[in-house]
C-alpha cells in the first residue's frame, strides 16, 4: 500500500506529525500500532428518538450554536471534525444525494483555514481514507477558554442535542486554557500543639472553597469551588492554576501516595485524574459519584458511587474490579494500608471490608438496633498497624479486624463528622467535626476514654493526619 501522502502530509487537520495510521483495511487497522494506543478519553450515551435528527439537521443545529457565539472563534474549529465525520457517515450510507446536498449547503462554512484540508478530504481518496482513520481511532484536540469550553459542555447536553454529543464527545477533546487566577488565596494557619502531646493540629484556610486535599510532598494545595472549579494552590509561590471544570458539584478530591495524581469526582458520574505534569484524562460513569480515595502505594484509586464501588489503575485507564453488594449509597471509602483491603460506609446503614483480588465482602458491620433504626455509616478509616478499623454510624465505633469484634461503640455528642483520623500510635481515633470541634478517643487500655481536644469554630472541609504526624484540618468560609 502507498503511504507516501500519509508521510509528506500527518496533519491536515491539526493532528500531530507523527500520528500516522499504519493500517487501512478494518484489518490492518486493528493490527496497527496507531489503533491500539487509541483509547476513548470520554464516554457518552445518546437515546435518539424514532425522528433522529438527519446529518444536515444536526450540523446546522451546531452551526446556528457557533453563529450566535461569533466572538468566540474557537467554537468554530468544532464544526471541522463535525463536518468530516458527517461526510463520513453518509458515505458509508451510500446515500450520493444526501451527501451531495450536505456537503453543498456546509462547505463553505468551514473556517477559511481548514478550507484546503477540507477541500481535498472531499476530492481526494487517499487524503479521505488517510484521514477518516485518524478520525476513527484518534480526538482532534481543541485549545479553548474555560469559557468556550462550558459553552459548548452546555449546549451538547441539552437533552435534544444527544446525538451531536455523541459525535463530538466522540471525536474531539477540548484542551482548556491553563491561567493564573489571583483571585483566591491561602491563609496557613499553625496552631500551637494541642493537649494531645503526640500531634500537632495545623489550620489551612481556603476562602469559598467546597473541598480541599493538600500534598504531604509539596506545598501545594488542591480545592474545588461552587462553580465547580478544580484549582492548584503553590503555598510557596502564592500562585494559583485552574486545573478543571467539572459540569456540575465537585464531591471529592483524592491525592496518590506520592501527590503526583489528584482524582476528582462529581455528582453527574464526571471523574478525572489529573497528573503533575499536566496531563488530564475525564470520564463518565453511569450514576453519581460520592466520595474517593487513591490506595496507600501505587495509582489504584476508588470510588463511591450508588450501591457500588469501583477500583481503577490509573496507570492503565481501566476499572479492574467491582465491588457490589451495599443497598445504597456509598458514603466514604478507604484503602487498608496493606493495600489488599478497602473499607466502605453506606447509607444503607452497614460498613464492608473487601478484599482488592477477589472483590468479595470480608467483613460487614451492622447496627446492633438495625432492624428498628437504620443509621448511615460513615468516614470509614483504618489504622497504622493495620489491626482496626473505625467509622460512625451517630456513635464513634473501632472493630478488630482480625476477630470482627467491636472494641468501641462511643457516643460522642456530634452529629455531623467531617473525618475520623487513628492516633501514629493506632491507639486513638481523632473525631472532627464539621464545625470545627476536635475530639479524641482513647480506647486501648481497655476503657474508652473521651476527651475535648480543641475548638477551631470553622466550618471544616477535610481534615487528614500526614506523613509527619500533623493533623492538617482544611477550613473555609465565604468572602
Same mark, same amino acid.
Given at each position: 500500500?502507498?503511504?507516501?501522502?500519509?508521510?509528506?502530509?500527518?496533519?491536515?487537520?491539526?493532528?500531530?506529525?507523527?500520528?500516522?495510521?499504519?493500517?487501512?483495511?478494518?484489518?490492518?487497522?486493528?493490527?496497527?500500532?496507531?489503533?491500539?494506543?487509541?483509547?476513548?478519553?470520554?464516554?457518552?450515551?445518546?437515546?435518539? @428518538?424514532?425522528? !433522529? $435528527?438527519? #446529518?444536515?439537521?444536526?450540523?446546522?443545529? *451546531?452551526?446556528? /450554536? &457557533?453563529?450566535?457565539? %461569533? =466572538?468566540?472563534?474557537?467554537?468554530?474549529?468544532?464544526?471541522?471534525?463535525?463536518?468530516?465525520? @458527517?461526510?463520513? !457517515? $453518509?458515505? #458509508?450510507?451510500?446515500?450520493?444525494?444526501? *451527501?451531495?446536498? /450536505? &456537503?453543498?449547503?456546509? %462547505? =463553505?462554512?468551514?473556517?477559511?483555514?481548514?478550507?484546503?484540508?477540507?477541500?481535498?478530504?472531499?476530492?481526494?481518496?487517499?487524503?479521505?481514507?488517510?484521514?477518516?482513520?485518524?478520525?476513527?481511532?484518534?480526538?482532534?484536540?481543541?485549545?479553548?477558554?474555560?469559557?468556550?469550553?462550558?459553552?459548548?459542555?452546555?449546549?451538547?447536553?441539552?437533552?435534544?442535542?444527544?446525538?451531536?454529543?455523541?459525535?463530538?464527545?466522540?471525536?474531539?477533546?477540548?484542551?482548556?486554557?491553563?491561567?493564573?487566577?489571583?483571585?483566591?488565596?491561602?491563609?496557613?494557619?499553625?496552631?500551637?500543639?494541642?493537649?494531645?502531646?503526640?500531634?500537632?493540629?495545623?489550620?489551612?484556610?481556603?476562602?469559598?472553597?467546597?473541598?480541599?486535599?493538600?500534598?504531604?510532598?509539596?506545598?501545594?494545595?488542591?480545592?474545588?469551588?461552587?462553580?465547580?472549579?478544580?484549582?492548584?494552590?503553590?503555598?510557596?509561590?502564592?500562585?494559583?492554576?485552574?486545573?478543571?471544570?467539572?459540569?456540575?458539584?465537585?464531591?471529592?478530591?483524592?491525592?496518590?501516595?506520592?501527590?503526583?495524581?489528584?482524582?476528582?469526582?462529581?455528582?453527574?458520574?464526571?471523574?478525572?485524574?489529573?497528573?503533575?505534569?499536566?496531563?488530564?484524562?475525564?470520564?463518565?460513569?453511569?450514576?453519581?459519584?460520592?466520595?474517593?480515595?487513591?490506595?496507600?502505594?501505587?495509582?489504584?484509586?476508588?470510588?463511591?458511587?450508588?450501591?457500588?464501588?469501583?477500583?481503577?489503575?490509573?496507570?492503565?485507564?481501566?476499572?479492574?474490579?467491582?465491588?457490589?453488594?451495599?443497598?445504597?449509597?456509598?458514603?466514604?471509602?478507604?484503602?487498608?494500608?496493606?493495600?489488599?483491603?478497602?473499607?466502605?460506609?453506606?447509607?444503607?446503614?452497614?460498613?464492608?471490608?473487601?478484599?482488592?483480588?477477589?472483590?468479595?465482602?470480608?467483613?460487614?458491620?451492622?447496627?446492633?438496633?438495625?432492624?428498628?433504626?437504620?443509621?448511615?455509616?460513615?468516614?470509614?478509616?483504618?489504622?497504622?498497624?493495620?489491626?482496626?478499623?473505625?467509622?460512625?454510624?451517630?456513635?464513634?465505633?473501632?472493630?478488630?479486624?482480625?476477630?470482627?469484634?467491636?472494641?468501641?461503640?462511643?457516643?460522642?455528642?456530634?452529629?455531623?463528622?467531617?473525618?475520623?483520623?487513628?492516633?501514629?500510635?493506632?491507639?486513638?481515633?481523632?473525631?472532627?467535626?464539621?464545625?470545627?470541634?476536635?475530639?479524641?478517643?482513647?480506647?486501648?487500655?481497655?476503657?474508652?476514654?473521651?476527651?475535648?481536644?480543641?475548638?477551631?469554630?470553622?466550618?471544616?472541609?477535610?481534615?487528614?493526619?500526614?506523613?509527619?504526624?500533623?493533623?492538617?484540618?482544611?477550613?473555609?468560609?465565604?468572602?
Amino acid at each position: 500500500m502507498d503511504y507516501s501522502y500519509m508521510v509528506k502530509n500527518p496533519s491536515d487537520f491539526g493532528y500531530p506529525p507523527n500520528t500516522i495510521p499504519r493500517g487501512i483495511t478494518l484489518d490492518d487497522l486493528m493490527k496497527s500500532n496507531q489503533f491500539l494506543k487509541s483509547f476513548p478519553k470520554t464516554f457518552s450515551i445518546a437515546n435518539p @428518538s424514532p425522528n !433522529a $435528527l438527519t #446529518e444536515s439537521k444536526k450540523y446546522k443545529k *451546531l452551526l446556528d /450554536f &457557533v453563529n450566535v457565539h %461569533k =466572538d468566540k472563534p474557537n467554537l468554530q474549529q468544532l464544526l471541522v471534525p463535525v463536518f468530516c465525520t @458527517s461526510v463520513m !457517515a $453518509l458515505k #458509508e450510507k451510500g446515500n450520493v444525494d444526501e *451527501l451531495n446536498a /450536505f &456537503v453543498e449547503d456546509f %462547505k =463553505d462554512q468551514i473556517p477559511n483555514s481548514r478550507q484546503p484540508a477540507v477541500n481535498r478530504f472531499l476530492k481526494d481518496e487517499k487524503v479521505f481514507t488517510h484521514n477518516a482513520c485518524l478520525f476513527s481511532t484518534q480526538n482532534m484536540n481543541i485549545e479553548v477558554t474555560y469559557e468556550e469550553a462550558e459553552l459548548i459542555k452546555n449546549f451538547i447536553n441539552i437533552q435534544e442535542n444527544s446525538d451531536l454529543r455523541r459525535q463530538i464527545t466522540s471525536h474531539v477533546e477540548l484542551i482548556p486554557k491553563y491561567e493564573v487566577v489571583p483571585s483566591h488565596t491561602i491563609d496557613m494557619k499553625f496552631s500551637p500543639p494541642s493537649v494531645i502531646k503526640d500531634i500537632t493540629i495545623l489550620q489551612t484556610t481556603i476562602p469559598n472553597a467546597t473541598q480541599a486535599v493538600v500534598s504531604d510532598y509539596s506545598t501545594d494545595v488542591f480545592a474545588a469551588f461552587g462553580n465547580n472549579q478544580v484549582m492548584r494552590f503553590n503555598g510557596k509561590e502564592r500562585s494559583s492554576q485552574i486545573l478543571r471544570n467539572h459540569s456540575s458539584s465537585v464531591t471529592s478530591l483524592s491525592l496518590s501516595s506520592t501527590g503526583s495524581l489528584l482524582l476528582s469526582t462529581d455528582i453527574e458520574g464526571n471523574y478525572s485524574v489529573w497528573s503533575q505534569n499536566g496531563s488530564e484524562n475525564g470520564y463518565l460513569t453511569m450514576s453519581s459519584i460520592w466520595c474517593s480515595c487513591f490506595a496507600p502505594q501505587g495509582g489504584i484509586f476508588g470510588i463511591g458511587s450508588d450501591q457500588c464501588a469501583f477500583l481503577y489503575d490509573a496507570s492503565r485507564n481501566k476499572m479492574f474490579r467491582s465491588l457490589v453488594g451495599h443497598l445504597n449509597s456509598i458514603s466514604s471509602i478507604k484503602f487498608h494500608p496493606n493495600c489488599a483491603l478497602v473499607g466502605t460506609t453506606s447509607s444503607d446503614g452497614t460498613a464492608r471490608i473487601w478484599d482488592v483480588r477477589t472483590g468479595m465482602t470480608q467483613r460487614l458491620f451492622l447496627n446492633k438496633d438495625q432492624i428498628e433504626i437504620p443509621r448511615r455509616f460513615t468516614n470509614i478509616a483504618f489504622s497504622d498497624n493495620g489491626q482496626f478499623v473505625a467509622y460512625y454510624n451517630g456513635n464513634v465505633c473501632v472493630a478488630n479486624i482480625g476477630s470482627n469484634a467491636i472494641i468501641a461503640d462511643q457516643p460522642v455528642g456530634i452529629q455531623k463528622i467531617k473525618s475520623i483520623q487513628f492516633s501514629q500510635d493506632s491507639n486513638s481515633v481523632f473525631i472532627v467535626e464539621t464545625n470545627g470541634e476536635i475530639q479524641v478517643l482513647t480506647f486501648n487500655s481497655g476503657d474508652l476514654v473521651l476527651k475535648d481536644v480543641m475548638n477551631l469554630s470553622a466550618n471544616v472541609i477535610d481534615a487528614k493526619r500526614n506523613t509527619m504526624n500533623e493533623l492538617n484540618v482544611l477550613v473555609s468560609y465565604d468572602l
